[in-house]
């Protein structure tokens, strides 16, 4: 994957991608008064285009930004394409769009107008492919997910999710799943989790305390009418250790099947059949 990007977006203004854009009172960087989108751009398209902006808008709302109103949907998915354009990354790329309040002080904000950065990163086709070898995960044992009403948000706020990345990579993991405060799984570090038993699909509701995934949206609507069982119920590692299948999904890589967890080792049969039929030539 191509890691350099030459040009970003930076509240409708082009700019060559090292340019310094943030100042020492930013609040995103501040405070984590921000969200954000991580987004796959394939042949001049958004996939799963309303999903995300449905997701983005709601925590607009949510975060209390005041928004103008000519900052809408259409407008940002036009400045996303003009951008990959500018790259020539429209055939396939990650994008991230941030979204953030400017300067201030936790009480004294300047405006709560929401500003915006377009980020966009090349890839080809093996970076969305299905995962060949399965992954191995386990769970993060530091830290914690609050199941309140700003956990299903993709904020800035990702902390937890930091510190359980850099403990996968010490302990040679693929990814790490992190609990909740009932001891529950939420979700991973860059994914939401389900996992197959009986030919069943079972992933945690939002109410557990996991990012509200638009990958994993998509297939809670998608299963019922392409012939799988799938249903929302609390997840626990005697689950997995149970299961017959495991596997992680998000915007950019759709399904990652997982190979182990702790004692168990698993096939990704099932999972790629999903993937071949609902997500591989999803536009």
Not at 21 to 31: S, V, W
Not at 86 to 91: C, D, E, G, Q, T
């Amino acid at each position: 994957m191509n890691t350099s990007t030459d040009w970003i977006d930076h509240n409708g203004t082009l700019l060559p991608a090292g340019n310094p854009i943030l100042t020492a009172g930013n609040r995103g960087f501040r405070y984590g008064d921000c969200l954000f989108e991580t987004l796959l751009v394939k042949d001049g398209r958004i996939r799963l285009r309303n999903f995300h902006f449905d997701r983005l808008f709601h925590g607009i709302d949510r975060l209390q930004f005041k928004v103008p109103a000519f900052f809408t949907p259409e407008g940002l998915e036009t400045s996303i394409l003009e951008l990959c354009k500018r790259n020539s990354h429209l055939a396939l790329a990650r994008v991230r769009l941030s979204i953030y309040r400017g300067d201030g002080g936790l009480y004294d904000p300047a405006t709560l107008t929401p500003h915006y950065l377009i980020e966009s990163w090349a890839l080809s086709p093996p970076d969305i492919a299905f995962n060949e070898n399965g992954l191995v995960v386990d769970i993060y044992p530091d830290g914690i997910k609050s199941c309140d009403g700003l956990a299903n948000l993709k904020s800035s706020n990702f902390l937890l999710y930091v510190l359980a990345a850099l403990y996968a990579k010490e302990h040679r993991l693929n990814d790490c799943l992190v609990l909740n405060s009932h001891q529950r799984i939420a979700d991973s570090t860059i994914a939401n989790l389900f996992y197959i038993k009986d030919r069943h699909l079972c992933t945690p509701p939002l109410s557990e305390g996991g990012v509200a995934g638009v990958m994993r949206r998509f297939l809670l609507a998608s299963l019922p009418a392409a012939g799988f069982n799938a249903r929302e119920q609390p997840v626990t590692a005697e689950d997995l250790l149970d299961a017959d299948e495991v596997f992680l999904t998000n915007a950019i890589r759709g399904i990652r099947w997982v190979g182990s967890f702790r004692t168990s080792q698993y096939t990704g049969e099932f999972s790629r059949m999903i993937y071949n039929q609902l997500i591989k030539e999803l536009a």
